[in-house]
Structures are given as structure tokens and as C-alpha cells.
């Protein structure tokens, strides 16, 4: 695809949707660019990419290897389900053989022999095939060629030259493979893009981008995460909610539970964030499963995200507690996403939020639970920042988004992972704490940016009846600590609740 901008600078698309987002809409044309990064990263795939991407458009690609032979370039092609019949696939992998032995026994140097050859044979193809865009796979055999670094750069900028005389857009691909490495390309280039295989301790390893420069074009600076399937690679650009503008109605929206909404001062409104947090069990995912069930049931949209439980036993569970979630599957007004955070990397689980928000016309995303968000993240810094943009995001989107996190401990000295409770708008604690020889669940409002809420603490009572917020625990002291003072005789029964 080509893309023509408003100062006139021709552009080529890279046939990577979220890569031509970063770069403004695309390579400008007739440039020189380096992709640089180690084995397995992907810089074959994407060059391929590349190429494809110019063929409806009557574009000529050539593809020049001396990494890789044309038979294992044709297997990568069939992996991701592509055709390279409209492709020229130029294999130097075998030049070596093509120079006669006598070529060693001259008054020159045998590299000069060698890439002088090379150099012939490879602008013969170029002249052959005329290409609008090349793909030179990889410099790392330049390099060895050369065997000094004058020699290199001369033989670079010899191939710059010549490329872009014939106005073609050149992808020189780096493996960083090669010992004594000469920076000088990155100087010569008009672009750099880098690619990085990140390994975790466990599971899948994650891919990051950076494009380190583009001469006389803007792109969007950092990390950017990107994965690599069958099709191809599919790049995640890093959220930046700046880029947004406010769409917001700020309406206040109920939970469904009069009394939760007494607390709340009249219930959650729309551009905020709700934080739930507590001890696991304490009834946090079946509170926000309840505001869930409840949006849904007026008609809006929910998207919910799964990090720890199973899909079929959530269903079930609340199914249990009187919230059918079966016919709102069944017509799209809830979807239930299940994540798994040793595969999915954060920058994928942010475009599938704001992929259910643009797309689908989401109005309430919960996510249950951080926890796996927090595993998912090596660095906590990144992990803020990366929330920062995203409550952001869905604020200016006029979402009501639901997060859920679980504190460890039960009773007492109860930590949380990280704090959070000052990136959300609200903040709602669930507690464990004892009376009459057995353990209740108290419910309280410790924040809202919004408006004005209770302050007090009430019983929080969940059976097969459903869910219920008690009156105010007026008869304790101490009930946040998890072990309260009583204060005056109450009645028995958790069901019927603290009177």
C-alpha cells in the first residue's frame, strides 16, 4: 500500500497494521532502512511482509539472501500461509562456490575477490528485476566479507547508492551475529528499527520494538510489544491516552445492590475506575460480577477479563448466586475473555481492551484479577505507568472500569502486591473479620474521586439467596484489623446479618 502524506513524502506501507502506526503511516520511500535484532526475532518475517505487502499495489519485490537459502525462505512462506510466486528470491548463500579456485592465487586479497563478486552478481539481479522494493538479508556476511571496516562502509553506502538511484526502498536486515561490530550502518541508514526477544523465567518469550530512528519523518518513541503468528507479526503499539480525545457522559450507572449504591453515594459513573480489593474470598469477583450482570441487563456492553479462574467454573459459580450469565453470553452483551498471563504480553491485553471498546461499543470492562496482570509484568514502573494510560484511555472513552485485586493474608497484617488504590478513582476494601465463633465479610468505600459516599462499614452476606450489604456494623471496633472489639450483644446467624 502506498501513502501519501501532507508534505509529500511518498510512503510504503510495511503490511504490519500496528508497525505503519508507529511510523506515521509507513516508510517513506526511496530510503535506506536497517532491522536490526537477534535469531528469532523475526526480521525474516517481516522483510517477507514487506515485500508481500507491495504486490497488489504492482510493486516489484526482491528479496536477496546470503543468510538463508530460497528453499527455507519458501518453508517460512508456507508456515504463515503466503505465496512468493510474485516475489524475486535472489540466493548468494552459495557464492562461495560460483569463484573459481584460481581466484586465490592473485595479487589481491581473496575478501576483495569474493565481494567484488558478490557485488557483481547481486546488481546484475537488481538490474534484471528493477525492483521498487529490496529486501538484503543479511549485513552481518557483508561485514564478513569486508573484513575492515572501510571496506564495509564503502561497499554500504556503494549499495545505498545504487538501490536508491532506481528509487527502491531498501530493508538491510542485521542479525547481530557477527564479532567486532561496526555501528556505522546505523549512521549510513535513513531508519533503524530494533527488534528484541525478551526470555522470562517461564513461559512464552516477549518481543519488543523500538524504532531508534527515522530520518525526516515523526514516530512514536519506546517499547512497543509485538507477536509473531501464523500470518505474520502483529505489533501492539504502546497506549499513549493523549492521543484521545474526551468522549465522556460521566452518568451515574447502579450495581444493582441498593445498599452498595447507598454506600457509593448513588453508584459508579461512567469514565471512572473501581477498585476492589481484599482477601482472596472475601466476595470481590461476585460484587463485580453482580455490576456486570447488572449493565448488562439494561442493554450495554461488558467485556470481562479472566487472569485466575476458569472460564466455565466463573459461569457456573455465579449462575449459582442468581446471575444467569448464559443468554447475555448467548447475545453478546457480556464476553468473557480468558487470559493467560505467562502468554500474553501487556501490550497485547491493552489493544484487546481497546479493541472491545472501539469495536464492540464496550461500556463496562472488569478485569479479575491484577494479580495475573502484576505476574505478567517484569517491572513494576512499567506496570504503572502502562495502568496510568490505560484508566486513562477508557476515562476519556467514558468506560466504567472494574479492577480486582487480592491482598494476602486474611486477618491482621493484610499487604498488598502494589498499591494501586491511588491510580482508580474509587476504592472499595472487603475484610474478613470474627464474631460469634465464625468468620463474616465486612464491605466499605475507603476512596471515591467522584462524589461524596459513606463512610461506614457494613456486612457483606453471600449464600445461595444472593448477595446482600447489611446495615451498619455499628456493635465493633477494630474491624478492619480483621479481629473487632464487640461493643454490644448482636444476634447470631450470618445470614440474617449484625443488628
Not at 248 to 260: C, H, K, M, N, Q
Not at 322 to 341: A, E, Q
Not at 441 to 461: D, F, Q, V
Amino acid at each position: 500500500m502506498e501513502i501519501q502524506d501532507d508534505i509529500s513524502i511518498r510512503r510504503y506501507s510495511t503490511g504490519i497494521a500496528g508497525l505503519d502506526a508507529l511510523l506515521d503511516g509507513g516508510l517513506p520511500s526511496e530510503r535506506l532502512y536497517v532491522i536490526q535484532g537477534n535469531p528469532g526475532t523475526g526480521k525474516t518475517t517481516l522483510g517477507l511482509q514487506f515485500l508481500l505487502e507491495g504486490v497488489p499495489h504492482g510493486q516489484k519485490g526482491l528479496y536477496i539472501t546470503f543468510s538463508e537459502t530460497r528453499k527455507e525462505l519458501l518453508q517460512v512462506a508456507h508456515s504463515h500461509g503466503w505465496d512468493l510466486l510474485k516475489i524475486a528470491l535472489f540466493d548468494l548463500s552459495s557464492i562461495e562456490g560460483q569463484i573459481k579456485p584460481e581466484s586465490q592465487n592473485t595479487m589481491f586479497h581473496p575478501s576483495e575477490v569474493e565481494l567484488s563478486q558478490v557485488t557483481k552478481s547481486l546488481l546484475a539481479e537488481v538490474e534484471r528485476v528493477n525492483p521498487d522494493r529490496i529486501v538484503f538479508d543479511s549485513v552481518s556476511e557483508l561485514l564478513l566479507l569486508a573484513e575492515s571496516s572501510l571496506r564495509y562502509r564503502k561497499q554500504i553506502l556503494a549499495l545505498k547508492q545504487t538501490f536508491l538511484g532506481r528509487k527502491s526502498t531498501a530493508l538491510f536486515l542485521d542479525d547481530l551475529t557477527s564479532t567486532g561490530r561496526d555501528l556505522q550502518i546505523q549512521s549510513i541508514a535513513h531508519g533503524v528499527i530494533q527488534l528484541e526477544r525478551v526470555h522470562k523465567e517461564f513461559g512464552g518469550a516477549r518481543r519488543r520494538l523500538n524504532i531508534v530512528k527515522l530520518r525526516g519523518s515523526s514516530f512514536a518513541e519506546g517499547n512497543h510489544d509485538y507477536i509473531i503468528k501464523r500470518g505474520g507479526i502483529t505489533v501492539f503499539p504502546r497506549m499513549i491516552s493523549a492521543n484521545y480525545s474526551d468522549e465522556a457522559d460521566y452518568s451515574r450507572v447502579g450495581t444493582g445492590l441498593r445498599e452498595l449504591d447507598s454506600l457509593l453515594g448513588g453508584g459508579m459513573d461512567r469514565g471512572t475506575s473501581t477498585l476492589f480489593v481484599g482477601p482472596a474470598g472475601t466476595g470481590k469477583s461476585t460484587i463485580a460480577a453482580q455490576c456486570a450482570f447488572t449493565m448488562a441487563s439494561r442493554g450495554e456492553k461488558v467485556s470481562i477479563f479472566l487472569f485466575d479462574e476458569n472460564t466455565a467454573t466463573y459461569i457456573k459459580r455465579l449462575a449459582e448466586l442468581g446471575m444467569d450469565l448464559v443468554p447475555h453470553l448467548s447475545s453478546g452483551m457480556i464476553k468473557i475473555t480468558k487470559i493467560d498471563p505467562a502468554e500474553l504480553s501487556p501490550g497485547e491485553f491493552t489493544q484487546n481492551i481497546c479493541k472491545s471498546v472501539e469495536v464492540d461499543n464496550v461500556k463496562l470492562v472488569l478485569v479479575d484479577s491484577l494479580n495475573g496482570y502484576i505476574h505478567a509484568m517484569a517491572e513494576e514502573e512499567a506496570l504503572i505507568l502502562q495502568l496510568h494510560e490505560l484508566l486513562s484511555y477508557l476515562s476519556l472513552r467514558g468506560v466504567v472500569t472494574i479492577f480486582i485485586m487480592a491482598q494476602q493474608g486474611m486477618f491482621g497484617n493484610v499487604q498488598s502486591p502494589i498499591d494501586l488504590t491511588y491510580l482508580t478513582d474509587t476504592a472499595i476494601l472487603t475484610r474478613y473479620f470474627e464474631a460469634n465463633g465464625s468468620v463474616r465479610k465486612a464491605i466499605s468505600i475507603i476512596k471515591k474521586r467522584s462524589g461524596k459516599h459513606e463512610s461506614t462499614i457494613r456486612e457483606l452476606i453471600i449464600d445461595e439467596s444472593g448477595i446482600k450489604v447489611g446495615p451498619v456494623l455499628t456493635q465493633f471496633q477494630g474491624l478492619l484489623s480483621g479481629i473487632p472489639v464487640l461493643t454490644r450483644s448482636i444476634e447470631s446467624g450470618p445470614a440474617r446479618g449484625l443488628k
